[in-house]
């Protein structure tokens, strides 16, 4: 059972253009969403993570929006840039209760 | 400043062999995880740990085991290493239960 299905699993994008990557989960009780960010050899970082009392967060040019009716969130890079091509992860828990579950990851690569 | 390290960075070992991944962090955090990492499968939690001689099973601890005699370290067992373990394995602390992880680098870990 996936409790974090995230999608696409690759993307390409124009280098100036928007990155959008699609998250969903099953669990209501999940009340932390967190975005990770990979470069190739190295571990994830925490890139940006919202919780579900709030519908969007934005950061510079990384926003997560959270929709808590459709159990759906996503994260959009705005003016891509090829420095942002890395593989990124979506996640959720419960604060305070579970680990971290994450989904399968997203492979973005931004072309000039 | 604070860091969790991870060693070898880099094994290939024969099956049937034991194997120990050590996982090493100087944030002082209580929680401690070990993910594994497959194209097609994203971050799959293994085992994790709470404190001090607290340790649990995470999606995926079939084959493996850790133990926690102190704050800073976890290090991770396969006690039979199997072709099927072969996988790049993150290390992971946190302050806080459900909260931001910090990673390691990576394990590389090839069963032949």
């Known amino acids: 059972q996936q409790q974090v299905k995230q999608s696409p699993q690759s993307l390409i994008v124009q280098k100036g253009g928007i990155s959008i990557i699609n998250c969903a989960y099953e669990?209501?009780?999940?009340?932390?969403f967190p975005w990770y960010q990979q470069f190739p050899g190295k571990g994830p970082a925490l890139l940006i993570a919202i919780r579900p009392d709030v519908s969007e967060k934005k950061e510079g040019r990384f926003t997560i929006s959270f929709n808590k009716s459709a159990k759906q969130f996503s994260l959009h890079i705005m003016d891509s840039q090829p420095g942002d091509s890395a593989t990124y992860f979506c996640?959720?828990?419960?604060?305070?209760?579970?680990?971290?579950?994450f989904g399968k990851g997203t492979r973005l690569s931004v072309i000039a | 400043d604070a860091e969790i390290t991870q060693s070898p960075r880099h094994k290939i070992t024969e099956t049937g062999r034991q194997v120990t991944l050590a996982c090493h962090q100087t944030w002082n955090h209580n929680n401690m995880f070990w993910y594994r990492q497959d194209l097609g499968h994203g971050l799959r939690l293994i085992h994790y740990s709470y404190g001090v001689h607290d340790t649990n099973k995470g999606e995926v601890s079939d084959g493996y085991s850790v133990s926690r005699s102190n704050t800073e370290d976890l290090p991770l067992t396969l006690e039979s290493a199997a072709s099927s373990q072969t996988s790049v394995y993150f290390c992971?602390?946190?302050?806080?239960?459900?909260?931001?992880?910090?990673f390691g680098e990576g394990s590389r870990l090839t069963v032949l």
């Open positions: 992971a602390s946190s302050d806080f239960q459900g909260g931001e992880l910090f």
């Open positions: 669990n209501t009780a999940f009340d932390y």
């Open positions: 996640a959720a828990s419960i604060s305070g209760n579970t680990p971290l579950v």
